[in-house]
């Protein structure tokens, strides 16, 4: 089992900035690929960013390429998402979500684990 504890979700203005972080506990950090999502009300459940094992590769929807950046820090077990130029339409509650992997692929789907999620709200 693994234990995932998102923080950093706020309200913040169009074109601003906020720093997630997602707290692991339970299992090896290391052996899990890391994942960000995000839904929105009335919407599913969509891939933002994840993160490979070690650090080495990420990946982003296009919604978030040039604004947003996943990384992660083995010894803290805890992954982070900084989230720039901030537009209304990024409003939503966030997820971290973590799976086993034994190589560097980086999945966008099928998720083991998953947070509570926190929210983060974009004002006009």
């Known amino acids: 089992q693994v234990q995932l504890v998102e923080s950093g979700g706020g309200l913040v203005q169009a074109g601003g900035s906020l720093r997630l972080s997602c707290a692991a506990s339970?299992?090896?950090?290391?052996?899990?690929?890391m994942g960000w999502f995000r839904q929105a009300p009335g919407k599913e459940r969509e891939f933002v960013a994840a993160?490979?094992?070690?650090?080495?590769?990420?990946d982003y929807a296009d919604s978030a390429k040039g604004r947003f950046t996943i990384s992660r820090d083995n010894a803290k077990t805890t992954v982070y998402l900084q989230m720039n130029s901030l537009k209304p339409e990024d409003t939503a509650v966030y997820y971290c979500?973590?799976?086993?992997?034994?190589?560097?692929?980086?999945?966008?789907?099928?998720?083991?684990?998953w947070g509570q999620g926190t929210q983060v709200t974009v004002s006009s």
């Open positions: 979500a973590a799976v086993f992997q034994s190589t560097e692929y980086i999945p966008r789907a099928r998720y083991t684990y």
């Open positions: 993160i490979s094992r070690s650090g080495g590769n990420t």
């Open positions: 339970g299992r090896p950090f290391s052996v899990y690929a």
